[in-house]
T-cell receptor
Framework: NAGVTQTPKFQVLKTGQSMTLQCAQD?????MYWYRQDPGMGLRLIYYSASEGTTDKGEVPNGYNVSRLNKREFSLRLESAAPSQTSVYFC???????????FGPGTRLLVL | AQKITQTQPGMFVQEKEAVTLDCTYD???????LFWYKQPSSGEMIFLIYQGSYDEQNATEGRYSLNFQKARKSANLVISASQLGDSAMYFCAMREVRNFNKFYFGSGTKLNVKP
């Protein structure tokens, strides 16, 4: 089992460019999440998906869109990147209430 | 109001000593879960320990234990016999049953273990 995988690992964008961050999990989890982590700070929830076909906004959704393509995959799209979106992005998945989240390795995004 | 509060931005501990990382939480739910994660400098998030609100005993996992005081709404992580490899950021998180799809994270505590 690969767990949670994310691509790419690192990306540099220019202001205004768009890109999609990919995430996949092979643990048959219903819930998936996108977080961002700025230097020296904790995780902030961008969007989450409780199940296939549903998505909900988290704490910092502005500037992002998501797609829950199927049970395995949850993508995050930046339509017009801004320097304020420079961050490390983590995808995670989870099962029931007593279950932890499993995190991907993260994507480091630099917007110039 | 903050759901999870970690009041220690940074801490030092001598190798082989025990250390307690503080976490307080805010919820009106009766059923919830509390989690601790470790983030080393390499960046990955590593799950350490879980405590359910109805668990009567404090959770333990190897050198990690969770000092759960429900009335005080605190869930402190205790690391016994600290090792150099314990130097990392530590995050406390909570999940409530009424919206169990959401995890709330604290701002983290940076632990430095001195040789």
């Amino acid at each position: 089992n690969a767990g949670v995988t994310q691509t790419p690992k690192f990306q540099v964008l220019k202001t205004g460019q768009s890109m999609t961050l990919q995430c996949a999990q092979d643990m048959n989890h219903n819930s998936m999440y996108w977080y961002r982590q700025d230097p020296g700070m904790g995780l902030r929830l961008i969007y989450y998906s409780a199940s296939e076909g549903t998505t909900d906004k988290g704490e910092v959704p502005n500037g992002y869109n998501v797609s829950r393509l199927n049970k395995r995959e949850f993508s995050l799209r930046l339509e017009s990147a801004a320097p304020s979106q420079t961050s490390v992005y983590f995808c995670a998945s989870s099962a029931g209430l007593a279950e932890t989240q499993y995190f991907g390795p993260g994507t480091r995004l630099l917007v110039l | 109001a903050q759901k999870i509060t970690q009041t220690q931005p940074g801490m030092f501990v001598q190798e082989k000593e025990a250390v307690t990382l503080d976490c307080t939480y805010d919820t009106s739910d009766q059923s919830y879960g509390l989690f601790w994660y470790k983030q080393p400098s390499s960046g990955e998030m590593i799950f350490l320990i879980y405590q359910g609100s109805y668990d009567e005993q404090n959770a333990t996992e190897g050198r990690y234990s969770l000092n759960f005081q429900k009335a005080r709404k605190s869930a402190n992580l205790v690391i016994s016999a600290s090792q150099l490899g314990d130097s990392a950021m530590y995050f406390c998180a909570m999940r409530e049953v009424r919206n169990f799809n959401k995890f709330y994270f604290g701002s983290g505590t940076k632990l430095n273990v001195k040789p």
